[in-house]
C-alpha cells in the first residue's frame, strides 16, 4: 500500500470515529434532554395523612415537592376540588414523588377543547310567565361559566332592574389587559382568570394577541354566558339575521365568568383552579362547554371538580362533545355531570343554489354583503381546479387563481374549517362559495357568516349539485338569500355533530342525559373578533349565530338555574331528574324525534332522555335523588380502591366489604341494562334487578306504571305497578326486572320507555338494551 494511500485511509478512519463520536455526544445530549424536560402535573394527595410534624398542609406539600426537585414551585394549591397542587416535574421526579406516602397520584396535565334569541319561544319561556319563578328568587342563582371569558360591554350584561347582588356571594372581578374590576356589575357580578397551567406549558400569554384578564378575545365565553342568562335585548341580531329579542334562559339570574381557555387551548390544572374558586365563590350552578378525554373519573379533572362542586350544593352542565354521529363519542359521562348534546330549534336561515339547468337546492347561509352579479356565473368544482390531491377541500393555498376567478367554486366539508374554506375561495378570486356535505356529515346544515356569498348545501343535494357540474360542458350557477324563517319542520331533530352514546367508561349509565338547542343558535359576542373567528375578519357585531354542544350546555345551565330559583332546596340530582324525565321524545303528532345524520328516529343513545322542556321541569311530580355517598358507593361497585376514591371525593370512603355494590343500583332516572353474551342466551335468563326510589315532589296522589318497548325478546316487569303519595317529600321504590325470552342479537340495540303517571304529571325514563 502506497503511503498515499496509508495516509488517506488514516484520515478516513479518524473522520469516521469523530463521527461516531459526535452522534454519541448528540444522542446522549437529546435523551438528556428529554429526561430533563418539565411537564405540568397535578398532585393530588392523602390530607388526612399528614405527618404532625407539619402544622399546615401546605407545609407538607412544600416539603413533599421540594423531596423531588429543589426548584419546582407549586403553580396552584387545591383544597376544594381535591387535596394538592399542581407543578411542573420531570417525568423522572413526578415518578418519585408518587411512590411517596400520603401521595395518592400525580397525574399528567391535560389539554381540552371548547365544543363549538329563538330558543326562550322554541323552548315555551315566552308563553308561561306566570308559571315562571319570582324574580326575586332567580335573581338570587349564581351561574358560573367556565370558558374563554367575558365581553362586558355586550348589552346581555346589562344590569337595569336588578338588585342588589346576592349576599351569599363571596367572589371576586379582578383586573388585567384591558379589564378592571369597574367592567362588572349586578348582572355581571364576577370575573377571573386563570392562566398559570397554560403558560407554564406553552409560555407567556401574548398579550397583543389575547387578554391577560378575563376579557373575552374568542367570543365563545360570551355567547355561553349571554345564552345561559343573559338580559333581555331588543332588536338583537346579527346582520339582521334571526332579528327579534335577546334573552338567556334564566334572564335575572347572575353571572360569573371564569376564563380558562386560551388560544391554545384550555388546561386542567387551570380548569381545576377555575373550580376551587367558583365553589369557594358560592356559585349555584356551573356551566363547562369544554371536554377532553375520556379517562376513569378519579383522573379526570373535571369529573373530580365536579364531585366537588355537587356535594356542595352545586348543579354542573356540561357539554356532550362535537363527535358525532359516531357512537362512543361523549365526553363528560360522570353521573354526577349532567351531560347535554344538541338539537335544531324551528328557525332557519335559506339560501337556494340556482343551477343553469333551472334546477334549485335548499341551503343556509349567514352571509351579508355585496351581492352576486344578478345573472349565473361560471361554476367549477374545487378538486378540478386543484393540484393538490384534497384539493376538493379548499384547504389553504391549494386552489388555482387561473381556474376559479370570477366563478363560484364548490367546495367539499370536512378538515378545515367551513368558514375558512371560504376565505380560500374568496382570496383565489372566486365570487361565491358552494360547500357541499359528505357522508360524515349527511343532510346536517350549519349556518355560517361567510366571508363571499356562500352557502352549504347537504350530502344529497350536494352529490346531485356535483352531477350536474361534472356532466355540463359549461356549467353556470348563482345563489338566493332568503333571510330568517320560521316554523321549521320538523324540529327539534337531534345534530349529526352531537357526541352519542353509549357510555364508554360505565356503559351502565345512560348518557347524554339531555338534548337542548344546540345548532344556529344567537347570543352575546366579542366585539374583539369577527363573526367567522378568522383574523382576516374585520367585521364586529355584538351578537353571533354559531353551532355546538357548546350552545346546548348553557341552555341547560340556565334552566337548572331557573328550576333551583323555584325549589332552593333541591339537589343537584333532583333538578336533573326534574329536566330528565319531563323530557320530550316525540313531536306533537306523536311521531319519534328524528337524527338528522340518518334521517331515522333517533335513540336515547342520541338524546338520552329526550329534548328539554323547561316548564314541564318546574312541577315534575316525582324526583329521584342522590346524595355523595349513593355516588361513593357507585365508586365501590366500580372496585375502585381506597386512594382513588380519596382522589375523586377528596376525603376517605370505606366500601363495605360484607356488602354487595352494583353500578345498577344508582338512583339514576334512566335505565342502561347491559346484556352480555355471543348472540344466544337461554330462555329465562335474567339480569339483577334494578331497584328505584322517587321522591314526591307535587301534591298527593298515585302514580300508575306503563311500559312501551320495541324489544320483544326483553320481558320488562315493573313491582309495584303503581305508587301512592300522601305528603311531599315522602319516598317509595320500585323495582324493574329484565327478562330475555329468546336469543339475542350480537352488537345491537334496542329500546323501551318506562313512564309513571298520575294523571297531571308523566314522570318518563329511556331503557337502553345493549348486547356484547
Not at 388526612?48 to 407538607?60: D, G, K, N, T, V
Not at 349527511?442 to 357540474?469: C, F, Q, R
Amino acid at each position: 500500500m502506497s503511503l498515499k494511500m496509508m495516509k488517506t485511509t488514516l484520515k478516513t478512519f479518524v473522520i469516521n470515529v469523530l463521527l461516531l463520536c459526535l452522534c454519541h455526544v448528540s444522542t446522549a445530549a437529546v435523551v438528556k434532554s428529554k429526561e430533563q424536560q418539565r411537564w405540568t402535573y397535578i398532585v393530588h394527595m392523602a390530607k388526612s395523612e399528614m405527618p404532625a410534624s407539619f402544622e399546615h398542609h401546605l407545609h407538607w406539600y412544600d416539603s413533599s415537592l421540594k423531596s423531588v426537585s429543589d426548584s419546582a414551585e407549586m403553580i396552584y394549591t387545591y383544597d376544594n376540588v381535591i387535596h394538592g397542587f399542581s407543578t411542573r416535574l420531570t417525568a423522572k421526579q413526578a415518578q418519585l414523588l408518587e411512590s411517596q406516602p400520603g401521595i395518592l397520584s400525580v397525574l399528567p396535565e391535560l389539554k381540552y377543547e371548547l365544543h363549538t334569541t329563538r330558543t326562550p319561544q322554541f323552548l315555551g319561556l315566552d308563553k308561561n310567565p306566570a308559571l315562571l319563578p319570582e324574580s326575586n328568587s332567580e335573581s338570587d342563582v349564581i351561574i358560573g361559566v367556565l370558558d374563554t371569558g367575558v365581553w362586558p360591554e355586550s348589552k346581555s350584561f346589562d344590569d337595569t332592574g336588578l338588585g342588589p347582588i346576592p349576599s351569599s356571594w363571596k367572589g371576586d372581578c379582578e383586573s388585567g389587559t384591558n379589564f378592571t374590576a369597574s367592567n362588572c356589575n349586578r348582572k355581571l357580578i364576577g370575573a377571573r382568570y386563570f392562566s398559570k397551567g397554560y403558560e407554564g406549558t406553552l409560555g407567556p400569554i401574548d398579550t397583543s394577541k389575547e387578554s391577560r384578564s378575563p376579557r373575552d378575545d374568542d367570543g365563545h365565553g360570551t355567547h355561553t354566558s349571554t345564552t345561559a342568562a343573559g338580559s333581555v335585548v331588543n332588536d338583537a341580531n346579527l346582520f339582521d339575521y334571526a332579528k327579534g329579542t335577546a334573552r338567556g334562559m334564566a334572564t335575572r339570574a347572575r353571572v360569573a365568568a371564569y376564563k380558562v381557555c386560551w388560544l391554545g387551548g384550555c388546561f386542567s390544572s387551570d380548569i381545576l383552579a377555575a373550580m376551587e374558586k367558583a365553589i369557594e365563590d358560592n356559585v349555584n350552578v356551573i356551566s363547562m362547554s369544554l371536554g377532553g378525554g375520556m379517562s376513569d373519573y378519579y383522573r379526570d379533572s373535571v369529573a373530580i371538580g365536579a364531585f366537588s362542586a355537587m356535594e356542595k350544593g352545586i348543579f354542573v352542565s356540561c357539554s356532550a362533545g362535537n363527535a358525532g354521529p359516531s357512537s362512543y363519542s361523549l365526553s363528560n359521562q360522570a353521573p354526577w355531570i349532567t351531560t347535554v348534546g344538541a338539537g335544531t330549534i324551528d328557525r332557519d336561515f335559506p339560501a337556494y343554489v340556482s343551477l343553469g339547468n333551472g334546477k334549485n337546492f335548499s341551503g343556509v347561509s349567514l352571509y351579508k354583503g355585496n351581492s352576486l352579479p344578478g345573472k349565473l356565473l361560471p361554476f367549477v368544482y374545487a378538486g378540478n381546479a386543484s393540484n393538490a390531491t384534497n384539493g376538493n377541500l379548499c384547504m389553504m393555498g391549494t386552489l388555482i387563481p387561473q381556474k376559479v376567478a370570477g366563478k363560484i367554486v364548490l367546495c367539499d366539508r370536512g378538515v378545515n374549517s367551513r368558514v375558512q374554506k371560504g376565505s380560500v375561495a374568496k382570496d383565489a378570486g372566486a365570487l361565491g362559495m358552494v360547500l357541499a356535505n359528505t357522508a360524515a356529515n349527511g343532510e346536517e346544515l350549519v349556518a355560517d357568516a361567510h366571508l363571499l356569498p356562500a352557502t352549504a348545501v347537504g350530502e344529497k343535494n350536494g352529490d346531485i349539485i356535483k352531477s350536474y357540474l361534472f356532466a355540463d360542458p359549461n356549467p353556470t350557477v348563482t345563489i338566493l338569500f332568503e333571510g330568517t324563517k320560521v316554523g321549521i319542520e320538523p324540529s327539534p331533530v337531534v345534530a349529526a355533530f352531537s357526541s352519542r352514546g353509549p357510555n364508554s367508561i360505565t356503559p351502565e349509565i345512560l348518557k347524554p342525559d339531555v338534548i337542548a338547542p344546540g345548532v344556529n343558535i344567537l347570543a352575546g359576542w366579542s366585539e374583539n373578533v369577527g363573526p367567522t373567528g378568522l383574523s382576516i375578519d374585520d367585521r364586529r357585531v355584538g351578537f353571533n349565530i354559531i353551532s355546538g354542544t357548546s350552545m346546548s350546555c348553557p341552555h341547560v345551565s340556565g334552566l337548572a338555574a331557573l328550576v333551583k330559583a323555584e325549589h332552593q332546596d333541591w339537589s343537584p340530582a333532583a333538578i336533573r331528574s326534574a329536566l330528565m324525565t319531563t323530557a320530550y321524545t316525540a313531536y306533537k303528532n306523536g311521531q319519534k324525534l328524528l337524527d338528522v345524520s340518518t334521517g331515522k328516529p333517533a335513540t336515547p343513545f342520541d338524546y338520552g332522555s329526550g329534548h328539554v322542556d323547561p316548564i314541564a321541569a318546574l312541577d315534575p311530580g316525582l324526583v329521584y335523588d342522590l346524595t355523595a355517598d349513593d355516588y361513593l358507593n357507585f365508586a365501590c361497585a366500580l372496585k375502585y380502591n381506597a386512594g382513588q376514591i380519596t382522589s375523586l371525593a377528596g376525603r376517605n370512603f370505606t366500601c363495605d366489604a360484607s356488602k354487595t355494590y352494583s353500578v345498577t343500583d344508582l338512583n339514576y332516572p334512566s335505565f342502561s341494562v347491559v346484556l352480555t353474551g355471543t348472540g344466544s342466551v337461554g330462555n329465562g335468563s335474567t339480569v339483577p334487578k334494578y331497584t328505584r326510589t322517587v321522591t314526591n315532589v307535587g301534591s298527593p296522589g298515585t302514580y300508575k306504571v306503563s311500559i312501551s318497548s320495541e324489544s320483544p325478546l326483553v320481558k320488562i316487569r315493573v313491582e309495584p305497578e303503581s305508587l301512592s303519595f300522601s305528603a311531599n317529600n315522602e319516598k317509595k321504590s320500585y323495582t324493574v326486572t329484565f327478562t330475555t325470552t329468546g336469543s339475542l342479537p350480537s352488537n345491537s340495540n334496542r329500546f323501551a320507555r318506562l313512564e309513571w303517571r298520575d294523571g297531571k304529571h308523566t314522570v318518563g325514563s329511556p331503557i337502553a338494551f345493549s348486547w356484547t
